[in-house]
């Protein structure tokens, strides 16, 4: 049993949220007072989505592709920390159990066999793509 401060109840709470979930999914400001409305991203900076899954729009590091980028970021997350160091065969085994998408896995086909890696990185420097080159 909650003891809150809330005195409104589950049942009003749910109430409450139907009445304003169309504000909530409006895609417009939804103040009357436009000083507490988000400012805008600035010119030198990338715009900002709302969606989860939307692509990443940061700049890219000197040296890469914004392709190779995207390859070693999803990499990195189908592959998580656990896997390293790996192995090709560890690599491929662990891209299908964790249902990457099947270019990443026809990627990781192309890495050579007798290699170990320790990252993400090193898997798309293995692979040909471009490296990141730091000051």
């Not at 085994?93 to 026809?106: K, M, Y």
């Amino acid at each position: 049993m909650d003891h809150g401060t809330n005195k409104t109840g589950p049942a009003r709470d749910d109430m409450m949220k139907k009445q304003i979930q169309g504000e909530l999914k409006a895609d417009r400001a939804l103040r009357a007072e436009e000083d507490h409305d988000p400012e805008p991203s600035g010119e030198d900076q990338p715009d900002v989505t709302r969606s989860a899954g939307a692509p990443f729009g940061g700049s890219t590091p000197d040296g890469m592709t914004p392709e190779a980028v995207e390859i070693r970021t999803e990499m990195a997350q189908h592959l998580g920390r656990a896997v390293y160091p790996a192995d090709r065969n560890a690599i491929i085994g662990t891209l299908r159990q964790n249902n990457a998408p099947d270019r990443l896995v026809e990627l990781a086909q192309r890495l050579p066999e007798n290699e170990r890696y320790e990252n993400a990185q090193r898997i798309v420097e293995s692979l040909g793509l471009t490296r990141e080159h730091r000051a």
